[in-house]
T-cell receptor, first 110, second 117 residues
Framework: QSALTQPASVSGSPGQSITISCTGT?????????VSWYQQHPGKAPKLMIY???NRPSGVSDRFSGSKSGNTASLTISGLQAEDEADYYC??????????FGTGTKVTVL | QVQLQESGPGLVKPSGTLSLTCAVS?????????WSWVRQAPGKGLEWIGQ???????NYSPSLKSRVTISVDKSENQLSLNLSSVTAADTAIYYC???WGKGFDLWGQGTMVIVSS
């Protein structure tokens, strides 16, 4: 199972919106509505931000939203804040009863 | 609230077996259906290793399946990871995580394992 493809880096100014893409195949992203997104600050464990494509866990800011079209899922961060600067990973359930993560995207707040 | 804590040797010799445990505190391992192990090589991305149901029945990453064993010890309220025939490529931070639906909502702090002679 190959890693899902994400852009290496995305940047934006405070208050702007940015979108991170996550591209897979029909065996993972395209085949299931089971995409999740994680935020990871340096030296910290990942934090679940979005599950099942577009659902936010309790306590996660509504500035984070998710969507999916075909084999590509997306995470949008609205009203970008300094604290959003981190690495972001997508993940998808797959047709081999396993999970695959994305390559990761470094978000920089300018 | 439920917390996860990984533990085990920080150094493993090449060709040896990496063995880690994940202790579940302030909650029961039986309270959640599935538990997973995820690793992250230095400066690299996340890699799912495998998962286990609270009463057994593991699933493993196809790429690691031949070397991985995940088990649950309900009496100790912990899960375990064994990875055999390790090489330098297995050097990573190893996390245990609680499955939540088809995501992972609770993570341990991670434990660094270095494979070196």
């Amino acid at each position: 199972q190959s890693a899902l493809t994400q852009p290496a880096s995305v940047s934006g100014s405070p208050g702007q919106s940015i979108t991170i893409s996550c591209t897979g195949t029909t065996s993972d992203v395209g085949g299931y509505n089971f995409v999740s997104w994680y935020q990871q600050h340096p030296g910290k464990a990942p934090k679940l931000m979005i599950y099942d494509v577009s659902n936010r866990p309790s306590g996660v800011s509504d500035r984070f939203s998710g969507s999916k079209s075909g084999n590509t899922a997306s995470l949008t961060i609205s009203g970008l804040q300094a604290e959003d600067e981190a690495d972001y990973y997508c993940s998808s359930y797959t047709n081999t009863i396993s999970y695959v993560f994305g390559t990761g995207t470094k978000v920089t707040v300018l | 609230q439920v917390q996860l804590q990984e533990s085990g040797p920080g150094l493993v010799k090449p060709s040896g077996t990496l063995s880690l445990t994940c202790a579940v505190s302030s909650g029961s391992i039986s309270s959640s259906n599935w538990w997973s192990w995820v690793r992250q090589a230095p400066g690299k991305g996340l890699e799912w290793i495998g998962q286990i149901y609270q009463s057994g029945g593991p699933n493993y990453s196809p790429s690691l399946k031949s070397r991985v064993t995940i088990s649950v010890d309900k009496s100790e309220n912990q899960l375990s990871l064994n990875l055999s025939s390790v090489t330098a490529a297995d050097t990573a931070i190893y996390y245990c995580a609680r499955n939540w639906g088809k995501g992972f909502d609770l993570w341990g702090q991670g434990t660094m394992v270095i494979v070196s002679s």
